[in-house]
């Protein structure tokens, strides 16, 4: 397999039909998986030792590979579960921070300095600081992660994200918080968090609730459908979602921009499954076999017009 191909896949830039032949290349024996895998662990390795931004910004970080091998020590704050994740670090005034991001169309799971299990659903950012564990315990959230905190009733865990703040100490709950989406919510599915803004407004959930941003405030409702949540699993789940609802999740999902032509296609629902890993098409061909509309997708803009 051609490593530029490999490498184009690993930062996300593959074409539809690359991501396919190198997915088909993989599977086809033991001894690919391992070649796929040995190379998924020096990409990742490379990525880590970027001292300035993310390494998804730097496409000539492969050139600079000599030095940047010296530093793969840090790779060791971080537990690697799922492929397409992305780590380097920022500087942010006088402190260092980690910097986790997972390209479009794939998810990861983390592990902090104190045990913390995180995962991140595509298009995430986690950010915390180098010294994250030492007298507090901070992340900074762009997208949405799943966190299951280690106990720690000294060192509250809090989740910044671009609005809002939540507050645990030991607990499992769901944040979803993509920037340029008005959409905010945080679900509690174990333990206690709060959640508050710059205003001092702050809510206290009780296991099985949710907090949501909706017509400028926060409300509160019970979590009707744990299926929301599977997109850990690499599961994309619609309840009678209307078409438009179900086209704006792919958005978030895949960063790709879609827009509708055809307003009668506005009144369909949907209830069905997509995995994460098929891609955007092959959901958009599953639909096409319950609602009537053609697409058209163009890689260059990285945009889809439904017609």
């Not at 997972?102 to 983390?110: E, L």
């Not at 994250?132 to 720690?152: I, P, S, T």
């Not at 508050?196 to 019970?222: I, S």
């Not at 438009?244 to 949907?270: A, C, M, P, W």
Request: hydrophobic share 35%.
């Amino acid at each position: 397999m051609d490593k530029e191909l490999l490498y184009r896949y690993f930062e996300g830039t593959a074409s539809p039909d690359e991501g396919r032949r190198v997915k088909q290349w993989m599977e086809a024996s033991d001894e690919n998986r391992r070649a796929f895998f040995r190379e998924r662990r020096l990409f990742d390795a490379l990525l880590m030792a970027a001292d300035e931004v993310p390494a998804y910004r730097h496409p000539s970080l492969f050139r600079r590979a000599g030095k940047a091998l010296l530093k793969v020590a840090a790779v060791a704050a971080l537990t690697l579960v799922l492929q397409q994740l992305y780590s380097g670090y920022v500087k942010v005034g006088q402190e260092r921070q980690t910097v986790v991001a997972v390209p479009a169309g794939q998810r990861a799971h983390i592990t902090l300095p104190d045990g913390t299990g995180v995962w991140l659903n595509a298009r995430s950012e986690l950010r915390y600081s180098t010294s994250y564990n030492e007298k507090r315990r901070e992340v900074d959230l762009q997208g949405e992660g799943y966190f299951e905190v280690a106990k720690d009733a000294d060192r509250p865990f809090v989740v910044r994200t671009q609005a809002f703040g939540i507050e645990a100490t030991g607990t499992r709950f769901n944040v979803d918080a993509y920037s340029g989406h008005s959409e905010f919510e945080v679900a509690l599915m174990e333990g206690g968090v709060k959640v508050f803004d710059c205003q001092a407004t702050e809510l206290h959930l009780q296991p099985g609730q949710r907090a949501y941003w909706k017509e400028g405030q926060l409300n509160v409702a019970w979590i009707e459908h744990q299926e929301d949540y599977r997109w850990r699993e690499g599961l994309i789940c619609f309840r009678d979602a209307t078409f438009e609802g179900i086209l704006q999740q792919f958005r978030k999902s895949f960063g790709i921009r879609i827009k509708i032509h055809n307003d009668e296609v506005r009144r369909y629902t949907y209830t069905g499954k997509f995995r994460l890993s098929d891609g955007v098409d092959y959901a958009l061909r599953v639909l096409q076999r319950d609602i009537r509309f053609r697409y058209q997708r163009n890689d260059e803009t990285e945009t889809i017009d439904i017609y």
